[in-house]
């Protein structure tokens, strides 16, 4: 059973291409995809701060995803890496946050 809390997606069981949003089949070579996790462990490619709420683009395998960044860090840098949280909020509604991994 795949935990809800995980960004699912979906990988081309031919070719490996990662398709997003999810699709039963492959947009390239038209093979059938499997649902997977993917690796919430990414980085920062853009952010943005807007009062105290820092608005970020983080890119985990290729996906980017938009949410904020939970950080009291003035230091933030792009490409920093970053790990992926997803909030339920309904059936089809996800939010997404990222907390920064110290290296
Ligand atoms: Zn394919």
């Known amino acids: 059973m795949i935990n809800e809390s995980q960004l699912i997606i979906t990988e081309c069981s031919k070719c490996n291409k990662i398709i997003w949003p999810r699709c039963n089949f492959c ?9 997977r996790k993917i690796k919430n462990i990414g980085k920062i490619i853009e952010f943005s701060k807007k ?10 395998e290729k996906i980017r995803v938009i ?10 840098f ?7 949280h997803v909030t339920k909020k309904s059936n089809s509604q996800y939010s997404y946050s ?3 991994i110290k290296t």
């Open 67 to 76: 949410g904020t960044l939970d950080s009291k860090s003035n230091r933030i």
């Open 78 to 84: 792009l490409n920093s890496k970053i790990k992926l």
């Open 51 to 60: 009062n105290k709420i820092i608005f970020c683009v983080g890119e985990f």
């Open 98 to 100: 990222f907390t920064l």
């Open 27 to 35: 947009d390239l070579c038209l093979g059938k995809t499997n649902k």
